[in-house]
């Protein structure tokens, strides 16, 4: 009987919940025939095992406790699901953490073996959890040790399998070994010819895999936290599309050139023993995959970058980059392999980007093409040329031109005139910034289309909900879908949108959360662009902040929120432009809250101080809890996203905040019951306000900073001062500076309500779109290369 070999990767086994859904997947298929599942260690643990062991030089008791610390959180993680397998097994955390204190000695003396034995037990915690989960689902199950079925050298830390022997020693265990019980199997493992464990180098669990399944001739799922093998990688080509059938030897072509999801190395074993292999998203709801062998494929049509390599720089260094066509794995397994020596042998090596451009439906005329597409991206390579063996062009760039020619290459070979997707993820989509926002989307939705981008919808959220669909959300059903979808928590919608390939995926935040806010430097770490209105984020302390501008400087991605202070005004941007430019805040003051602008402005005009709050809200000037207004909280948070873009580096609590009302009753978390009790509120104000009259002035909230001092507080000032003259709810910014000496520089206008805010985030939208236009500017040659184009 016909059975599958399932593997889940590191991702897919990141945490308590992702293992109890890879058990649940498994106990489906198994219901469907025999299953052997492949295990890679939980995400990040074969790094922190790494480091183990180079403490272990050093501190080998620090790296005793460490060790301790990772094995023990794999039982919490048992506990946690409830699942500790039982039956006779090889191995449990205790007796891995006993073997990993015996082999401390060892280790400390850089023992290559005992570093494999701690490296493999990622594997076998992973397999262990995984076991529990799958039989207390009632699946009956046992672990087999890849020592007894993978046959390496023993070359420790990146063992060669023997692959006859392999295959022998897991068809030896006989048909009814693999199609009784469930056999879970631990990757990157195997032993050497004296039985020692070894391990088979970085991300070898495929291989591992790839191997049961083709000694068993079993088809194989690999499962990872994408959809498979794209046109090119997704997160650096807007619109790369996904590969749904590839023959192995297409496959093989497209691994060898560098396409991201599958090595090389993997697919050797099924093109020896043809099985199908299908990658399989663990997270996505929708059922997309790439299938490769089996009966259909598709003609290959694809990039792939490689940036790892250099070129030497000579008269014959180009001639000779097209051996490395001939030669047969020069690049393949170093990480900086040289392309080409240099004349005199002197590796004066630059590094290069290698595209390679497959598009097997262009025939004879893909070259021609492809220094078309180049030429008109005014992209200028450095070499280009036909490789016979692998069937695509090759073409050697500056490393900085690598990514830039993808992208315009994809576009002009591959995507054609289809728009570039852009992916939204609408947070707070039931809220007034978030509605008001989705309408923009479907208002703009044409004219950016006849730009070339196509604005998508992939995910809503609300504080209970979420929906996400890669096949896009209208807009306008965004109510609906959300009201029909199934309560999600924060970290399960945010786990189901990391795990999106989709890019460029925007993350447009309308929430007023804190909790939100804390997620941004995994999305942004994740190349997730994110757009908002929220100050929680641009104005929280240290820790959080300096999270945030690590990710963004990482990953590229970025985090924009002009609207956070002064909705659409022209502010933020203006202050940070001028203070890169050399300018020096020297005082300031200012009205920041539409709200308490409105409130107080309505004072002037008779109007009752509880019934003016409560038209702020009505007007939508309002936070989603007024209290953060009344007590000044909300633009304390706009003086510090202001005074950070000054140059000034500050914290929340350093601001002297006086609020409106009273504290206590700031308290109440219901806004309904808060607007209730501010009656008692209208006879003193109406008093302060008649005698503001009678003497000449007016009450202002207002926001300054002089001396190096920050407040924020109600304030009675001339009906002749700047920032008394305000319409309610406008905002004024007064700035004297180094530049601005003479006269204040002054900004002013409406600072608050829905349209202008909803605006202001898609501006933002706007700029991050831009970014992602699929021809770049032409980039210069490093300078002083003389390197010849041979194309
Ligand atoms: N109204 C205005 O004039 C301006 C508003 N803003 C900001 O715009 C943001 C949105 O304001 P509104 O639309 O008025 O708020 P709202 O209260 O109408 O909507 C908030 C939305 O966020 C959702 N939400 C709350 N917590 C969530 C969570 N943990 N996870 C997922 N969703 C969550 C709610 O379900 C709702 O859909 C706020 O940050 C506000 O400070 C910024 C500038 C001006
Ligand atoms: N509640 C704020 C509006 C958004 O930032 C204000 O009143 O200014």
């Given at each position: 009987m016909v059975g599958k070999v399932v593997k889940f990767g590191g991702t897919s086994l990141g945490d308590a919940s992702r293992i109890a859904r890879a058990a649940d997947a498994v106990v489906v298929a198994r219901s469907e025939g025999p299953v052997a599942v492949v295990v890679s260690a939980m995400a990040g643990v074969t790094n922190r095992l790494a480091g183990i062991a180079e403490l272990a030089v050093q501190d080998a008791a620090a790296a005793a406790a460490a060790a301790r610390a990772l094995v023990a959180s794999h039982a919490d993680i048992a506990a946690e699901l409830g699942a500790a397998p039982d039956g006779d097994l090889p191995w449990t955390p205790a007796r891995i953490g006993r073997q990993l204190d015996e082999s401390l000695p060892a280790l400390a003396a850089g023992d290559a073996a005992a570093r494999d034995i701690l490296l493999a037990s990622g594997e076998k915690l992973a397999a262990w959890l995984l076991l529990g989960v799958v039989q207390a689902r009632g699946v009956a199950a046992a672990i087999v040790p890849a020592e007894v079925l993978v046959r390496t050298s023993g070359r420790h830390g990146n063992a060669e399998v023997d692959r006859t022997a392999t295959s022998a020693a897991i068809a030896a265990r006989g048909a009814g070994f693999w199609q009784g019980l469930l056999r879970i199997v631990p990757g990157f493992t195997g032993a050497s010819p004296d039985g020692r464990t070894t391990t088979l180098g970085r991300n070898a669990s495929d291989y591992s895999a790839a191997l049961l399944a083709a000694a068993l001739g079993w088809p194989l799922e690999i499962w990872t936290d994408v959809a498979g093998c794209y046109s090119a990688d997704p997160r650096l080509v807007a619109g790369a599309r996904l590969l749904r059938h590839l023959s192995l030897a297409d496959a093989n072509r497209f691994a060898h050139a560098g396409a991201s999801v599958i090595h090389a190395r993997t697919l050797e074993p099924l093109l020896e023993r043809p099985v199908p292999l299908t990658i399989v998203?663990?997270?996505?709801?929708?059922a997309q995959s790439t299938r490769i062998g089996g009966e259909v494929s598709e003609p290959l049509r694809g990039l792939a970058l490689r940036h790892d390599l250099s070129l030497a720089r000579g008269a014959r260094a180009l001639t000779a980059a097209a051996a490395f066509d001939q030669g047969d794995d020069v690049y393949a397994d170093a990480p900086a392999a040289v392309v080409a020596v240099s004349e005199d042998g002197a590796e004066t090596a630059v590094p290069v980007a290698l595209l390679s451009v497959f598009d097997d439906t262009a025939g004879a005329s893909l070259p021609h093409r492809c220094r078309e597409a180049l030429a008109a991206s005014d992209l200028v390579p450095l070499a280009l040329w036909w490789s016979r063996r692998e069937r695509c062009v090759r073409i050697a760039l500056a490393a900085a031109d690598g990514q830039p020619a993808l992208r315009a290459l994809h576009r002009l070979l591959i995507a054609g005139d289809a728009p570039v997707p852009i992916h939204l993820a609408v947070i707070g989509a039931s809220g007034r910034v978030g509605r008001r926002l989705l309408e923009l989307v479907a208002e703009q939705r044409p004219s950016l289309r006849a730009r070339g981008f196509d604005l998508r919808v992939v995910a809503a959220v609300n504080s209970r909900k979420a929906v996400v669909d890669a096949a896009g959300i209208e807009p306008a059903a965004v109510g609906a879908r959300l009201a029909a979808a199934n309560e999600a928590t924060l970290a399960q919608w945010s786990h189901d949108l990391l795990a999106r390939p989709e890019r460029p995926l925007v993350l447009v935040d309308c929430t007023a959360s804190a909790d939100v806010a804390a997620r941004y430097p995994d999305w942004l770490a994740a190349g997730i662009d994110i757009v908002t209105p929220n100050k929680h984020g641009p104005s929280a302390a240290a820790p959080l902040a300096g999270a945030i501008a690590e990710a963004q400087r990482q990953s590229g991605a970025r985090l924009l929120h002009?609207?956070?202070?002064?909705?659409?005004?022209?502010?933020l941007r203006t202050l940070r432009e001028l203070t890169s430019a050399g300018d020096r805040v020297e005082t300031l003051e200012a009205v920041l809250s539409g709200t308490l602008s409105y409130v107080l402005g309505r004072l002037q005009q008779d109007v009752p101080f509880s019934a003016a709050v409560r038209e702020a809200v009505a007007l939508g000037y309002a936070e989603p809890h007024p209290g953060a207004d009344l007590s000044g909280a909300d633009a304390a948070r706009k003086l510090v996203i202001l005074l950070r873009a000054l140059g000034v580096a500050i914290d929340l609590d350093e601001i002297h905040l006086q609020p409106l009302v009273d504290a206590e009753r700031l308290r109440e978390p219901d806004a309904g019951r808060l607007l209730d009790t501010l009656e008692d509120q209208d006879a003193p104000w109406q008093r302060a306000a008649e005698a503001a009259r009678a003497a000449g002035e007016c009450w202002i909230y207002r926001a300054s900073w002089q001396g190096g001092i920050a407040q924020l507080r109600a304030e009675r000032v001339p009906l002749s001062h700047p920032l008394a003259r305000l319409l309610p709810c406008e905002n004024a910014l007064r700035l004297s500076s180094s530049y601005y000496r003479a006269a204040p520089l002054t900004v002013a206008g409406p600072g608050a309500g829905i349209d202008l805010t909803a605006a202001g985030v898609f501006a933002d939208l706007l700029e991050v779109i831009a970014r992602h236009q699929p021809v770049e500017p032409l980039r210069q040659m490093p300078a002083g290369a003389p390197l010849r184009a041979v194309a």
């Open positions: 998203n663990s997270f996505a709801s929708d002009e609207t956070t202070v002064g909705a659409q005004l022209p502010l």
